[in-house]
C-alpha cells in the first residue's frame, strides 16, 4: 500500500510570511495529489489539488507544486491569515482510496 | 460537499454496545467510502462500497466492524462489542464516479466516543 508521510507536524510562522508543507508518498501509479484543511471538530475541506500531468497549480495565495520522479507534493501558503490556522493534510490517491498523512500544524501567529 | 449528511454527529457507547452510524451520500452518488480519524491522526480508509455491493474492504478491522449500503437509504457502519479504542471521527464520503479518488465528497462525520 501507499506510505505518505508529511513534513513539518507542526509549523508556526508570523501573519505575512510564507508557509510550506511537504509530503513524500511511495505508490508511483498515484495520479491525484491533494491536500486538505481540517479544523477543530470539522470535516476535511479540499484546498487545491493536482493531477500528475500538471507540475505547479495555483489558486491565489495557495498553490501546490508536484515533482513526480521524487515522488513529492508540496502545498505552498503565501501571506498567510490567523485564519489560515488548522491542520493541513496531504492525500496522494491509491487507485480509489486517499491516504491521508499524519498532518501538519499549522499555527499563524498575529 | 454540504449534501453528504452523517448521523448522529455525536455517539456516546459504553463498552460492549453496539454503534450504528448512517451516511446519506449526496443526490446521485452511488459510491460511499467510510474512513476512521483516530485522535490527532489522519484519516484511514476502511471500506469503499457500491450500492449493494461492497469493493474494498481491505481497512476495516477484521471483527466487530460491518458495513453495508443497501439499495434503499443510507450507508450504515456498525460496531459491534465497542471497545474504548473505537473512540474516533468516522467520516463517510460520496462519489458518483467509479473508482475515482477526485470526486469524493465528505460529510461532517460522526464523533464516537466510548466510556
Known amino acids: 500500500g501507499e506510505n505518505v508521510e508529511q513534513h513539518p507536524s507542526t509549523l508556526s510562522v508570523q501573519e505575512g510570511d510564507s508557509a510550506v508543507i511537504k509530503c513524500t508518498y511511495s505508490?508511483?501509479?498515484?495520479?491525484?495529489f491533494p491536500w486538505y484543511k481540517q479544523e477543530l471538530g470539522k470535516r476535511p475541506q479540499l484546498i487545491i489539488d493536482?493531477?500528475?500531468?500538471?507540475g505547479e497549480k495555483k489558486d491565489q495565495r495557495i498553490a501546490v507544486t508536484l515533482n513526480k520522479t521524487a515522488k513529492h507534493f508540496s502545498l505552498h501558503i503565501t501571506e498567510t491569515q490567523p485564519e489560515d490556522s488548522a491542520v493541513y493534510f496531504c492525500?496522494?490517491?491509491?487507485?480509489?482510496?486517499?491516504?491521508f498523512g499524519k498532518g501538519t500544524l499549522l499555527t499563524v501567529n498575529p | 460537499n454540504a449534501g453528504v449528511m452523517q448521523n448522529p454527529r455525536h455517539l456516546v457507547r459504553r463498552r460492549g454496545q453496539e454503534a450504528r452510524l448512517r451516511c446519506s451520500p449526496m443526490?446521485?452518488?452511488?459510491?460511499v467510502y467510510w474512513y476512521r480519524q483516530l485522535p490527532e491522526e489522519g484519516l484511514k480508509f476502511m471500506v469503499y462500497?457500491?450500492?449493494?455491493?461492497?469493493?474494498?474492504e481491505s481497512g476495516m478491522p477484521k471483527e466487530r466492524f460491518s458495513a453495508e449500503f443497501p439499495k434503499e437509504g443510507p450507508s450504515i457502519l456498525r460496531i459491534q462489542q465497542v471497545v474504548r479504542g473505537d473512540s474516533a471521527a468516522y467520516f463517510c464520503?460520496?462519489?458518483?464516479?467509479?473508482?475515482?479518488?477526485?470526486?469524493?465528497?465528505f460529510g461532517p462525520g460522526t464523533r464516537l466516543l466510548v466510556l
Open positions: 464520503a460520496s462519489s458518483p464516479d467509479l473508482g475515482k479518488a477526485e470526486t469524493q465528497y
Open positions: 505508490d508511483s501509479a498515484s495520479n491525484y
Open positions: 493536482i493531477r500528475s500531468n500538471v
Open positions: 492525500a496522494p490517491d491509491s487507485n480509489y482510496k486517499l491516504t
Open positions: 443526490k446521485g452518488h452511488s459510491h
Open positions: 462500497l457500491q450500492k449493494e455491493n461492497i469493493i474494498d
